[in-house]
Each structure stands twice: as C-alpha cells, then as structure tokens.
C-alpha cells in the first residue's frame, strides 16, 4: 500500500471550520475561500502530457442486448462528445481488460467533469472503469481506480509499474 502524504499540509495555523449547519440543518457551513485549482487543471501527479482520465467501458459481447447496447453508446458518444479521444470498439477481451471493451480519454476536469455524470445515467447494462494517468499504470488501473456498475478483476500482470 501507497504511503499518503497529509492533505492538510500548508493549512497548520488556519482558522478552525466552523461547526454551524446551514439552514437544511444536514450540511455544514463552509465559508467562502478561494476557488480551487482543482476546476481547471489535474493534480500535479498527472503525467501532464497524457489525457487526464481514461474510461474503459466494458460490455458482455455474448449478451446480444448488451453488445448492441455497447455499440449504440458508443456511437452516441462519438456523436455527443466529438472532442474526446475514443478508441477502437474491441468485440473481445483486450490488454488487461478481461471482457470487450472501449475507451474514451478526457484531457481536463472539464471534460470529465461533464462526461462521468452524462456516462453515469447512460452507461446502460455496461460497466465502466475509470482511472487517471499517473505515469504507474498498475496503480492507476487498481489503488487509483473507480467504478460505474459492477468491478471487474484484470489482467494486471500486464501493466507496468512505475516502481518495476
């Protein structure tokens, strides 16, 4: 397991939050502050000549509904989103992924911030890998992964280390 730095550096001496819901009486009060970075560029661990975030969305191709569910969606998004990079549709196991899959890269948060949640009520009976680019493709396809549906195991032992 990775060692985490303290998210809280560079905030020692800061003024305590207050502890004041606002009025739905369920969310707390947070004051204004500056606008965060994070809105317009990655974090800094990004390989900053790679896309930011890649999306791997994995279908069953033996599962005629899902098949045709896959190729429609990816055809929508071709359509939807022309300024994202997708890949070849793949009709079988592919790299580590273990079942057909395709891949749709985002560049900034932007992008991403507009595709997950579009992909999220579109993504039908597919699953979808999401990972960032790190420069460790291990760690980025396991420690630094998320899902949209079911988690699927990989073929890891395909992808490189940062420390290998």
Not at 111 to 123: C, N
Not at 143 to 158: H, M, N, Q, V
Request: one cysteine or more; a negative charge; proline letters at 12%.
């Amino acid at each position: 397991m990775s060692q985490w730095p303290s998210l809280l550096a560079g905030c020692e001496g800061a003024e305590p939050l207050p502890t004041t819901f606002n009025p739905d009486g369920k969310s707390l009060y947070n004051p204004p502050g500056p606008r965060s970075a994070a809105y317009d560029e990655f974090p800094k661990q990004f390989v900053p000549s790679k896309n930011g975030f890649d999306f791997h969305i994995y279908h069953m191709p033996a599962v005629a509904a899902q098949a045709q569910y896959a190729k429609e969606l990816y055809e929508r998004i071709r359509r939807e989103f022309p300024e994202l990079r997708i890949h070849n549709f793949w009709d079988k196991q592919y790299g580590p992924h273990p079942t057909a899959v395709f891949e749709v890269d985002t560049f900034n948060p932007h992008q991403t911030g507009a595709f997950f949640p579009w992909l999220v009520v579109h993504r039908g009976p597919c699953d979808v890998l999401v990972h960032p680019n790190t420069g460790d493709s291990l760690r980025d396809h396991t420690e630094f992964a998320t899902w949209i549906g079911r988690k699927w195991p990989l073929y890891d032992e395909c992808l490189p280390s940062r420390s290998s």
